[in-house]
Structure formats: structure tokens, C-alpha cells
């Protein structure tokens, strides 16, 4: 078995474009749940609008790369408010089933023939990268060291998507200190009493929603910036890798998706090269292959672990456990 | 008849609130919620059916009544929780109807729950400076820069700290609202209605579950509302508790408002005491509030009395 590959594999997966795409994707989740208690089941849906967005304004309008970025935003912030307006007077687990819904369809127009002209149906998008390519600050070249290699343009993706991810985490860390976040985690606690207070909820769990979405959003961009857009990308599965990230990390935590994302993404990295490496030597009783789809079984077995042992997850603090799962 | 039930001072009774002959939906002199045929059905049942109500400004007021007496879904009606089927009512002269909860705390009339509804995973202090009114910071935009909200939220933290001491509960303020007692609880969920300057207080049951020792320094904070110049209506089955503070009462049952009076009155009134009291266990209520004759029930009874003999 080749340790240094297996490592080298896992710690270049740290800094991927994805990783950082999650872990915004996911700090919205935690605006969601975690501070806004909001059970948002379609997360996927709005990285889909981001990631479209972004691609179908290039490829179909023309636009420079920040305008098509601009673009999933608004739209982002439409579909919220198309989702919101009916869905947020639920109650949370049917708010839930109808945000899973929600993003189901938004998935299936998109990988459907409908709009073949501007979606490409179910091949998907690619090839729009020249405009953010040209705005790349770098010169050619190769850069960093040790696992961590990248070309002039794949540096530009991870240098854009942190910098993303920086000013995200900040803009939660703001809204959540302020008393507008105060608000937000007291219809967390209890809708009525807050509404007793003389506090309009309705309007705040639509603000809450438009913002997470809003991160979901960037987080689809990141994805997609240096690669293509693939339909099959935004399955609810993609929803709930953000919802293992989220709980691993501690809902109601700032660093918590962050964190979350790196050790969800390190360890599916080492899982994908080191089961199948156990199952070379003969240690497992699959095909290479089979075994590495294997680590998506450790997926599910992590998020039933987490929920079950450690609610408030690696920063969460046990005061203030959102997640009342017993 | 514990002690622990009575206000530590003798409290100065409002007297002279209503006009004219006191009756159910009797006029007051100074009302400061009127309304008018409100009724609420859940499913069959009439849960609330009340004609007409005023509840006298600056003073407390009683609402009493047997279990499913609809006092509770009265309080929702009034505070917009809940919406009725019919009816009319208003609060400081503006009208209610369909007005939703938020907006009817924002005029001034704040409630709390029978079931208290402390945020637990908010610290005692931050419960209180919810209950501010006006908070810029509260504005998504505005909240982004502390320059816009940070002066108002050291007043609000000043103003919730001295309320705090007068509640006795500013050594917990930083702890989180799961950790207090139940009896802290409605402590905390009574001052934090406290900190909108509401003209009425609307308190559900505040003595349910509250421990003895505490509930001798509610009945004196309810009574401290009153002298600095609120109205307060009150939810309560401990009789001795409503006479003491109380000024006026208003007995429901089956939905309807079947007395009204001061204490004293409505104590020693038949229909009270038969509804409420239980001098009549086995008469049916509905006997009380006139839904059902009993004259017909005693010929029906004696009609099946006749037919079993035969």
C-alpha cells in the first residue's frame, strides 16, 4: 500500500474548490438551522441556482464572470422568496418536505429538455471559464508545494473561493452578534414568544432564508467556477453531505461548517484511495471499485453517529445544543 | 388558606370602574379593551362566545373560570394568536380585528403564556433585551453596523438589568433560560413583557407551577404593575390569589361571561359559585349558563323515570 499517495490525496483534498464550495454551502445551512432553526431540506437547490446561474448568463448572455455571479444571487434570492412565501408558514418538518421538494424540481427543469437551449439538458454546462480566467491576478505558472500544486488558474479558483468563504463567515459572525441575530435564534427557541414580543417572524424567517440560500448560492458558484456544471451534482444527496458537514461541525457555530467541510472531504478523499487499496492487498472482499463506493455507506454511518453521540457537534457547546435529538 | 398566597401589603383596591348595574358585559368607566360578539368554534364546540366585555384601564382584572372555560382561548382572540369567527374588539381605541400578533404587541398590549415560553438557549439578559421595543440593531441592514444599534443596546442592557434586580433575578443573567426554575421562568417571561413599556399586561395562569415562596413575590410584582400605571388581566384558578389583587372579576364558563364584579361580589354570587366553586358538583354547567333548562331536564328525567316503572 502506497501511505504517501493515500496521504498526499487526502490532505490536496483539503484545499479542493469543493471543500470550500461545502463549507459555504454549509455555513448557510447553519444560518438555516443551527441560529434560525429553519429545517432546509433543498439546500442543493440553491447551489443548482448559483451553479446555472452563473453558467447560463456566460454561455447564453454573454456576461463577464461577477455579473453571472451577480445573476444566481438574484435568483437565489427570487427562488427563496418562491419558496418561502407559502413553504414558511409550516411548521418545521413539513417546512422541510416542502424545501426538499422545492429543490427537486428546481433540479429536474434544469436537467430536463425544456430549456435544452440554455441548460443543455442532462449533459450539463461547461467551457464558460474564459471571463474569470482573464480576471485571474496570477501570472502562469506553477504554485505552492508538497500536495498542494496548482496551476496559475486552479490557484485563482481557491484564492476566489476563500476569499468568498472569508467574507461569509464574516457577514454571519456580524448578523449573528447583532440583535437582528438575537431575534433570529429566539424564533429558534420559540416563534410565539418572539411574536409576543411584537417581533414580525414571518418577515425574519424569510430574511433568514434569503440570506442562507443566499451562501448556498455562492457556495454552487465556488463549485462550479474551475470545473462544469453537472445535473447530477445536485441530487439530495448533495443536501445532506452539507447536513453531515453542519452537524459534524456544530450547527450553531460560526468555524463549525469550515471545520466540518475539511474533515468531511479529507476523510472521503482518504476513504476513496484507501478502501480500494485494502481491497488490492485483499483485505476487503470487493472489486477496487466497489469498495470506494463503500465510503458513502461511512457517510451515512458518521451522520447517524454524530446525531446520536454528539448532537452539538466538534465546536457546537453542550449549552447551547440545537439539535434536540433526545 | 396558605399564607403564602396573600401580597406581602395590603393592597389599595380599585373601586368605582363600571357604569351602571353590574352585570355580565357590564359598561365600564374607563375601558381599555371593548369587544363584541366574539366567538371561536373548534369543530362543534363553542369555545369562546362572549357578547359583549370591557375590561376597566388601571386596574387588574380576573379572568376565572372552570377548565374549558375558553379563558385561554379568550387570550389568543384578544392577542391576535388566534383569529375568531365572528366579533369586533379593540384596545386603546384602535380596532383589533384581524390584526396579527406582533402588531397587537406592538400597541402596547403584551402577553405571557400559560405555558411559560422562556427561550432556553438564550441567556437570561439576552431573553430581556429581546422584549425592547424599537431596536434598530433588529433591522437586517442596520444590524451589519454596530455603529447604528450599540448606543440603544447599552440602554436596553441598563433597563434590563435594573429590571432584572427588581425581579430578583440579576445573579442569573448570564446563565441560559433552561437553567432557571420553573417559577424563575415566569418570573423572567414577566419581566421580559415588561421591557416594551406595554400599557396591558396579559398574563396566562402566571401562577401555575410556581413554587410557594416564589408566589408571594409575584402577586407583589403583578401589584407593582397596577401602581406604575398598567392595566393588567390575568388568567388564574387560585381564588385566594384573585381576591386578593384582583379588582374586578370576570367569571367565564362554557365561553360565555356568565358574571362579572369585584371580588367580593362575584365570591358570594350563586351562579359563580355553583359554576366555579362546585357547590353543585353534580349539576351540569350548562345548567349555569342557561344552554340548558333545567326544568326540562327534571321533566325528562321524570318522563324516563315514568317509563322504567311501567
Keep these: 500500500m502506497d501511505f504517501g499517495f493515500i496521504l498526499g490525496q487526502t490532505l490536496s483534498s483539503l484545499l479542493m474548490p469543493e471543500t470550500i464550495a461545502y463549507a459555504i454551502a454549509a455555513l448557510g445551512l447553519a444560518v438555516h438551522f443551527g441560529y434560525g432553526g429553519l429545517l432546509n431540506f433543498g439546500q442543493a437547490g440553491f447551489m443548482a441556482i448559483g451553479g446555472y446561474g452563473y453558467a447560463i448568463s456566460i454561455l447564453s448572455f454573454g456576461f463577464p464572470w461577477w455579473a453571472g455571479i451577480l445573476v444566481g444571487m438574484v435568483a437565489s434570492v427570487i427562488f427563496a422568496l418562491i419558496m418561502g412565501l407559502p413553504a414558511l408558514r409550516l411548521r418545521a418538518d413539513y417546512l422541510a418536505i416542502a424545501t426538499i421538494a422545492v429543490a427537486e424540481v428546481v433540479r429536474l427543469l434544469f436537467q430536463s429538455t425544456i430549456f435544452d437551449n440554455y441548460t443543455n439538458s442532462a449533459d450539463g454546462l461547461g467551457n464558460y471559464h474564459t471571463s474569470f480566467r482573464e480576471a485571474n491576478p496570477f501570472p502562469p505558472g506553477r504554485y505552492g508545494f508538497g500536495p498542494w500544486q496548482w496551476s496559475q488558474d486552479e490557484l485563482w479558483n481557491r484564492v476566489f473561493g476563500l476569499v468568498v468563504l472569508a467574507l461569509c463567515v464574516l457577514l454571519v459572525w456580524a448578523l449573528m452578534r447583532s440583535p437582528w441575530g438575537r431575534v433570529v435564534r429566539g424564533i429558534r427557541e420559540d416563534e410565539d414568544a418572539v411574536r409576543s414580543l411584537g417581533k414580525n417572524v414571518f418577515a425574519y424567517k424569510l430574511q433568514v432564508l434569503i440570506v442562507g440560500g443566499m451562501l448556498g448560492t ?50 472521503m478523499s482518504f476513504l476513496s484511495v484507501f478502501l480500494p487499496a485494502l481491497s488490492t492487498v485483499g483485505v476487503l472482499p470487493f472489486s477496487p471499485a466497489q469498495s470506494g463506493v463503500l465510503r458513502y455507506v461511512f457517510v451515512g454511518l458518521a451522520l447517524m453517529l454524530i446525531v446520536i453521540y454528539r448532537p452539538q457537534g466538534i465546536f457546537g457547546s453542550k449549552k447551547e445544543l440545537t439539535f434536540n435529538a433526545r | ?273 355553583d359554576a366555579y366553586l362546585g357547590s353543585h358538583l353534580d349539576t351540569d354547567l350548562g345548567v349555569v349558563t342557561g344552554r340548558i333548562d333545567l326544568k326540562e331536564i327534571q321533566a325528562a328525567d321524570a318522563a324516563a323515570k315514568k317509563k322504567g316503572s311501567k
Excluded: C
Aim: aromatic share 6%.
Design chain 2, 1 to 273: 388558606m396558605p399564607a403564602d398566597s396573600k401580597p406581602s401589603v395590603a393592597p389599595v383596591k380599585s373601586t368605582g370602574l363600571h357604569v351602571g348595574k353590574v352585570a355580565p358585559g357590564v359598561a365600564k368607566v374607563d375601558p381599555i379593551i371593548i369587544a363584541d360578539n366574539v366567538s371561536r368554534a373548534f369543530g362543534g364546540l363553542k369555545a369562546v362566545d362572549v357578547d359583549h366585555l370591557e375590561i376597566p384601564r388601571g386596574a387588574i382584572t380576573a379572568l376565572i373560570g372552570p377548565n374549558g372555560a375558553g379563558k385561554t382561548t379568550l387570550f389568543n382572540l384578544l392577542t391576535g394568536f388566534d383569529k375568531p369567527d365572528t366579533g369586533t374588539w379593540s384596545f386603546d381605541g384602535s380596532g383589533l380585528a384581524g390584526i396579527p400578533a406582533f402588531k397587537v404587541a406592538k400597541l402596547g398590549q403584551v402577553r405571557t403564556f400559560q405555558l411559560t415560553k422562556s427561550l432556553g438557549m438564550l441567556t437570561v439578559l439576552e431573553n430581556m433585551k429581546l422584549g425592547a421595543k424599537g431596536q434598530a440593531g433588529e433591522s437586517f441592514w442596520k444590524s451589519l453596523i454596530p455603529a447604528f444599534w450599540r448606543p440603544q443596546e447599552n440602554e436596553i442592557e441598563e433597563k434590563a438589568i435594573s429590571l432584572l434586580e427588581r425581579f430578583k433575578l440579576d445573579a442569573k443573567r448570564d446563565d441560559l433560560a433552561a437553567s432557571l426554575s420553573g417559577g424563575q421562568r415566569k418570573l423572567l417571561e414577566m419581566a421580559r413583557a415588561l421591557m416594551s413599556d406595554p400599557t396591558l399586561v396579559m398574563l396566562d395562569e402566571p401562577m401555575a407551577g410556581v413554587n410557594p415562596a416564589l408566589t408571594q413575590s409575584l402577586l407583589d410584582h403583578i401589584l407593582g404593575l397596577k401602581e406604575s400605571g398598567m392595566t393588567v388581566l390575568f388568567v388564574e384558578h387560585d381564588m385566594h390569589m384573585v381576591r386578593h389583587i384582583a379588582d374586578w372579576v370576570v367569571v367565564m364558563a362554557e365561553g360565555r361571561i356568565v358574571a362579572e364584579g369585584s371580588p367580593e361580589e362575584v365570591m358570594n354570587n350563586v351562579a359563580v359559585i
Design chain 1, 218 to 267: 455562492l457556495g454552487g458558484v465556488v463549485m462550479v467556477l474551475g470545473s462544469a456544471v453537472v445535473p447530477g451534482n445536485y441530487l439530495p444527496s448533495l443536501t445532506f453531505y452539507l447536513w453531515t458537514i453542519l452537524l459534524l461541525g456544530g450547527a450553531a457555530t460560526i468555524f463549525g461548517p469550515l471545520a466540518g467541510s475539511l474533515i468531511f472531504w479529507g476523510l
